[in-house]
């Protein structure tokens, strides 16, 4: 078993159709009540709903791809590959995880690449066509004071510079960067693109050097910004795109288990997060 990161992306939500209170959204959604809920979101797959739990404001619960596209299956021995037999009742499901708090009108959503990735188009679809309407909302939150937060950041974990060949020799040069001539000789074109990736360690108190990562991003922020193709930092809990508006995310780390991530344990760390950032959320939200 090993630990994995998860993304989290917290929303803004509006529901219509349905009142926002949880025990109704439970009952509505509950695991006992999946027949009524599928969504055809493609000619093989629905989207569902689903509840497992709640807690005074709180619903834990799976925003699932439901397939019926079934693989096939490789006997690795013969070499005859298989159709897998599934009831008609049965699908494969991709799921993204979600913390909802009604009271607040904010949803914590996992962010699966396998699954659904972000809510906001497929979780409006949703809800607008199990209720017939057209004004339900899931809007991710920006982060307007990106650069600022990210400032504040006393332990860094990554930090990840991209720029292309045309445009190394410059930053190399302003910013004593020597090793990137090494990289950019293996480019052939000058749209090629040279990405410096900088972890710490798995020691348990490992962290990069925010002093000196502050004052290349500084620097690096005066330039053209044209120079620069990718400008990323992430601390434990958080990522911060430096070019770009940033989209508030967090992460979290669960156990990973032959391809099993358990969701109470992310239910669990969810809350930890939400308890810690739901402050300074509403500080933010209140100024978009």
């Known amino acids: 078993m090993v630990k994995t990161q998860v993304n989290i992306f917290p929303y803004t939500y509006r529901l219509s159709g349905i009142e926002n209170t949880a025990s109704i959204l439970a009952k509505k959604f509950s695991s006992k009540n999946v027949k009524d809920n599928p969504i055809p979101y493609s000619d093989t797959c629905s989207l569902i709903f689903i509840v497992d739990q709640y807690k005074n404001d ?22 005859e590959v298989t159709g897998l037999s599934m009831d008609k009742n049965k699908g494969i499901i991709e799921e993204s995880h979600f913390l909802m ?4 009108g904010i949803i914590f959503a996992q962010y699966n690449f396998h699954a659904l990735r972000m809510f906001s188009t497929p979780a409006k679809f949703y809800f607008d066509t199990l209720f017939g309407t057209d004004d ?6 920006d982060n307007i004071d990106t650069y600022n937060d990210f400032k504040k950041e006393q332990k860094l974990q990554k930090f990840e510079l991209g720029i292309t060949k045309a445009n190394y ?40 050097n925010t002093k000196q990562i502050f004052e290349l991003t500084d620097g690096l922020l005066r330039t053209n910004k044209e120079d620069i193709r990718v400008l990323r930092a992430e601390s434990k809990n958080e990522a911060y795109n430096l070019l770009k508006g940033n989209l508030l995310s967090y992460f979290i780390e669960v156990d990973f288990d032959n391809r099993t991530i358990y969701s109470q344990q992310i239910y669990n ?13 509403r500080a933010t939200i209140s100024k978009n």
């Open 169 to 208: 020799r410059k930053l190399e040069k302003k910013f004593n960067l020597s090793a990137l001539d090494v990289f950019g000789s293996i480019a052939d074109d000058e749209e090629s693109m040279l990405v410096v990736e900088v972890r710490r360690s798995r020691k348990k108190d490992s962290s990069l």
């Open 269 to 281: 760390e969810t809350k930890k997060l939400y308890d810690d950032k739901i402050t300074g959320l």
């Open 101 to 104: 708090n009604v009271k607040a």
């Open 58 to 79: 709180f619903l834990y619960g799976k925003f699932v791809r439901f397939r019926r596209d079934i693989p096939n299956v490789l006997d690795m021995y013969t070499g």
């Open 136 to 141: 339900n909302s899931f809007e991710p939150i």
